[in-house]
């Protein structure tokens, strides 16, 4: 029979949702959704921006952890979750202090808050659901916090099933400003474009801020219980 984690492990569930939120302020996907969301056919717009987005995403995560499991990283699954949690915890602290000092926010990373004015003018005034669907892959290429996120999935799921549950949830959360969105669409497309920009200015405001405490705190939290895990 397997040992059990020592100490208080931090479920890694609420490990990866939190990495999964941290992931949604990427300038880039709100100022997508913002665009799609004034086109003539906003539902048509936002489904095709979604669907693709979410297809690219769940399928770069299973791809992953299908290539992965069944290596033999489980002899001590304790130990493996452990140094996985430090090394996340490692990276994500690096990245805070990048945040902190202006090494990153540049536009260095696709987690890094960063101008989305480029973006928008390749949208388009008119974007098509052609447009669309391509762009809900490209404002989502898998950043530093969904790597983070499949480390820990690959090292804690003994199980497969348990490892695509977890995909699913994190992309979910990644999606859930571009889903609400697409909801709001279908049933009232004028509030779908104001509850973006709120949230667009919102999120704007307070990127830098957000980044450091997932990178600094969520940093730490994953350092300390990966220690507990040895």
């Known amino acids: 029979m397997q040992q059990r984690t020592k100490g208080p492990a931090v479920p890694v569930i609420i490990q990866i949702t939190v990495l999964a939120l941290a992931s949604t302020i990427r300038p880039t996907s709100l100022a997508a959704v913002y665009a ?29 952890v299908w290539v992965f499991h069944g290596v033999e990283l489980h002899a001590s699954t304790d130990r493996t979750k452990g140094f996985a949690e430090i090394a ?31 973006l928008s003018s390749r949208i388009g005034a008119e974007p098509g659901v052609r447009t669309a669907a391509l762009t809900g892959p490209a404002t989502h290429l898998p950043g530093l916090f ?10 804690s799921e003994r199980h497969l099933a348990g490892g695509v549950f977890d995909i699913l949830v994190y992309n979910v959360v990644w999606f ?25 200015e919102r999120i704007s405001a307070h990127a830098r801020t957000i980044m450091l405490l997932v990178g600094l705190g969520g940093g730490a939290v994953l350092i300390v219980a990966g220690a507990l895990a040895l």
């Open 88 to 118: 996340a915890g490692i990276v994500a602290v690096g990245f805070g202090i990048g945040v902190w000092t202006g090494r990153v926010g540049g536009g260095s990373g696709e987690d890094a808050p960063r101008p989305p004015g480029r």
């Open 146 to 155: 969904y790597l983070l996120a499949l480390d820990l999935i690959v090292a």
């Open 176 to 200: 859930a400003v571009p889903i609400v969105a697409l909801v709001i669409c279908i049933v009232h497309p004028p509030a779908a474009r104001r509850a973006v920009e709120a949230v667009r």
């Open 36 to 64: 799609l969301a004034r086109g003539r056919s906003p539902r048509r717009l936002m489904t095709a921006y979604v669907v693709t987005g979410l297809a690219f995403t769940i399928a770069f995560g299973l791809a992953v």
